[in-house]
């Protein structure tokens, strides 16, 4: 059976998410932070590091199918998730795949695991990892980032992941704090590993995996340009948990190369997108109709509005005249609404 192209007119397989943070899906609306974050670190604190203290499973779990909801409403069947909830770790993973799979769309887990809130919440990260793994869940094991790891933590992860089978899911490099994230993990990265937003990566560095490019995240959150076309590593699209429309991401992608290089086509970005299938090669059998007649790189660089219309995954139709067929979407949205409330009292 030949590979699958994105180059049939109208129909493609299922598009994937290379990096996601489902549970930032009730975020939109939250309340502002105390003070105008004006660097990357305190965009971590004020922002992000409160919400996700403040998530408990139930919140979790309407994030999770409002964010599969709409990747499948935007012709993406496969999501590979990084997720973090320190005082609801416990389960998270379990939550998230089964509010995927009630919507139709498949999930890669991960825990984030950090030492952000001690020792102990380092562990349990470690542990929800390995119990989602041994109980057979899809996934790897996570690691936030090097910068808030200690060595033990990283080692640790690094072990479990070996033990397991699976790769290592981690943001590296992503602000000017992780820097050294390279030399950190360089020597002990795998090819199965993803490695997310490489932005201050050293040109030539030796290290195995894939790169998730986030060029939206990395735009919205002025970390730099990534530069991925300069590393010798296989490059998949993410939106680092804005969305998951991976067409405009890849037009973002597209763009934002073709300000560092007027020559670039908008085929490499279009190959990155394709590599999605390398860490879900189930969504190439999966199809897609759209309502655009060519699904090709030159076409959809300069074509907006494109959608989905009919979806098949596994033989069913999980989307139907846009449509999701196994949730009520309206239910989802409305329910994600009250859960945004919840949350957004808690901050």
């Given at each position: 059976?030949?590979?699958?192209?994105?180059?049939?007119?109208?129909?493609?397989?299922?598009?994937?998410?290379?990096?996601?943070?489902?549970?930032?899906?009730?975020?939109?609306?939250?309340p502002a932070p105390p003070q105008t974050p004006s660097n990357f670190i305190q965009i971590l604190e004020q922002v992000w590091w409160r919400l996700d203290t403040a998530l408990d499973l139930e919140m979790m779990e309407w994030s999770a199918k409002l964010g599969a909801l709409e990747a499948?409403?935007?012709?993406?069947?496969?999501?590979?998730?990084?997720?973090?909830?320190?005082?609801?770790?416990?389960?998270?993973?379990?939550?998230?795949?089964?509010?995927?799979?009630?919507?139709?769309?498949?999930?890669?887990?991960?825990?984030?695991?950090?030492?952000?809130?001690?020792?102990?919440?380092?562990?349990?990260?470690?542990?929800?990892?390995?119990?989602?793994?041994?109980?057979?869940?899809?996934?790897?094991v996570g690691i936030h980032a090097a910068f808030t790891c200690e060595q033990d933590t990283i080692d640790a992860a690094i072990e479990l992941a070996d033990k397991h089978d699976v790769g290592v899911h981690v943001h590296v490099a992503e602000g000017f704090a992780d820097a050294g994230a390279?030399?950190?993990?360089?020597?002990?990265?795998?090819?199965?590993?993803?490695?997310?937003?490489?932005?201050?990566?050293?040109?030539?560095?030796?290290?195995?995996?894939?790169?998730?490019?986030?060029?939206?995240?990395?735009?919205?959150?002025?970390?730099?340009?990534?530069?991925?076309?300069?590393?010798?590593?296989?490059?998949?699209?993410?939106?680092?948990?804005?969305?998951?429309?991976?067409?405009?991401?890849?037009?973002?992608?597209?763009?934002?190369?073709?300000?560092?290089?007027?020559?670039?086509?908008?085929?490499?970005?279009?190959?990155?997108?394709?590599?999605?299938?390398?860490?879900?090669?189930?969504?190439?059998?999966?199809?897609?109709?759209?309502?655009?007649?060519?699904?090709?790189?030159?076409?959809?660089?300069?074509?907006?509005?494109?959608?989905?219309?009919?979806?098949?995954?596994?033989?069913?139709?999980?989307?139907?005249?846009?449509?999701?067929?196994?949730?009520?979407?309206?239910?989802?949205?409305?329910?994600?609404?009250?859960?945004?409330?919840?949350?957004?009292?808690?901050?």
């Amino acid at each position: 059976m030949s590979e699958p192209s994105l180059s049939a007119h109208g129909i493609t397989p299922g598009l994937v998410c290379g990096h996601h943070h489902l549970y930032s899906a009730l975020a939109r609306g939250m309340p502002a932070p105390p003070q105008t974050p004006s660097n990357f670190i305190q965009i971590l604190e004020q922002v992000w590091w409160r919400l996700d203290t403040a998530l408990d499973l139930e919140m979790m779990e309407w994030s999770a199918k409002l964010g599969a909801l709409e990747a499948l409403e935007s012709g993406c069947t496969a999501i590979v998730d990084h997720h973090e909830s320190p005082n609801a770790i416990e389960g998270s993973l379990s939550v998230i795949a089964d509010a995927c799979a009630e919507v139709g769309v498949r999930v890669v887990c991960a825990y984030g695991v950090t030492d952000r809130h001690g020792a102990d919440g380092a562990w349990l990260g470690l542990e929800e990892n390995d119990r989602f793994l041994s109980e057979g869940g899809r996934g790897m094991v996570g690691i936030h980032a090097a910068f808030t790891c200690e060595q033990d933590t990283i080692d640790a992860a690094i072990e479990l992941a070996d033990k397991h089978d699976v790769g290592v899911h981690v943001h590296v490099a992503e602000g000017f704090a992780d820097a050294g994230a390279g030399a950190t993990l360089a020597r002990r990265s795998r090819d199965n590993w993803l490695l997310v937003h490489g932005v201050n990566l050293p040109d030539g560095i030796d290290i195995s995996g894939t790169l998730a490019h986030n060029p939206r995240s990395n735009m919205n959150n002025s970390v730099g340009y990534a530069s991925p076309a300069r590393f010798d590593v296989p490059i998949v699209l993410g939106t680092d948990g804005i969305g998951a429309n991976m067409l405009e991401e890849f037009r973002l992608a597209f763009v934002k190369l073709r300000e560092e290089d007027v020559t670039a086509s908008p085929d490499t970005p279009w190959r990155w997108l394709e590599n999605g299938w390398r860490l879900v090669p189930e969504a190439k059998d999966d199809v897609v109709t759209w309502t655009y007649p060519d699904m090709s790189a030159w076409h959809m660089a300069y074509t907006t509005g494109v959608r989905p219309i009919d979806i098949i995954v596994e033989g069913k139709k999980v989307l139907e005249d846009g449509a999701a067929t196994k949730v009520d979407g309206d239910e989802i949205r409305a329910k994600a609404a009250e859960q945004a409330v919840r949350l957004f009292a808690k901050l």
